[in-house]
């Protein structure tokens, strides 16, 4: 069995507990299908299939992806793929008027530059033996990456099934939208309507996006 066949076996499973515990859940089901946690699905727009992408790769879409569009981001990102192949030595070569004219801003230049001086392949290699507290210790502690950019590579990259992204905006948008009749939530607010769902908080994150996106 691969990696794939095995995380949607798991998803099939943990989908149909999340469907009896929940009427929101099922519906959310019927409508979207299985969750997809992948690397092309965290951004609903351009959810194509499954493709790879290695640890640093996938830091730096995170990077691209932080406070943009995601039209935005999908524009530079491609633009910096077709450059790099966002891997670390031909992306560390790039001079910073080169990342400029494909789109990064200052800030965002110089944390890449801090990803590709200050990173090994050895300890990316190495998140994926780690427990989720741990890989979020160490994403956090990056020059220029927080909770949100964690959330995204435990939830696309290592596929962990109980994160629960609190500090995306589309996700916070539907879930207040189902739960709070769109009454602004608080943050202990956000991360109490999320405990119902555990431990595949992952899973019904992915279902509140879907659902955003489908209503955009």
């Not at 299908?33 to 690397?39: A, D, S, T």
């Not at 994926?128 to 964690?150: H, K």
Request: hydrophobic share 45%; charged share 25%.
């Amino acid at each position: 069995m691969t990696q794939l066949e095995r995380v949607e076996l798991e998803l099939e499973e943990a989908v149909a507990v999340l469907a009896q515990r929940s009427s929101l859940m099922a519906d959310f089901y019927r409508n979207y299908g299985l969750p997809r946690l992948y690397r092309d699905s965290f951004d609903p727009g351009r959810s194509g299939g499954h493709t790879e992408q290695d640890a640093f790769g996938f830091l730096v879409e995170t990077l691209v992806y932080q406070q943009l569009s995601g039209s935005s981001a999908r524009a530079i990102l491609e633009r910096l793929d077709a450059a790099t192949g966002l891997q670390a030595e031909t992306v560390a070569v790039l001079t910073p008027e080169e990342l400029r004219r494909i789109g990064l801003s200052g800030p965002k230049i110089k944390t890449l530059d801090r990803l590709c001086r200050s990173v090994s392949a050895a300890q990316l290699s190495q998140l994926a033996s780690l427990d989720d507290a741990s890989v979020r210790a160490f994403i956090e502690g990056l020059y220029g990456f927080g909770s949100w950019s964690a959330d995204m590579f435990l939830m696309f990259h290592l596929q962990r099934f109980d994160i629960w992204p609190v500090g995306d905006l589309a996700m916070r948008r539907s879930v207040q939208r189902h739960l709070s009749g769109s009454v602004p939530l608080l943050l202990p607010e956000l991360i109490e309507h999320g405990e119902q769902y555990r431990p595949f908080r992952s899973l019904a994150a992915w279902y509140f996006w879907a659902d955003d996106h489908a209503q955009a």
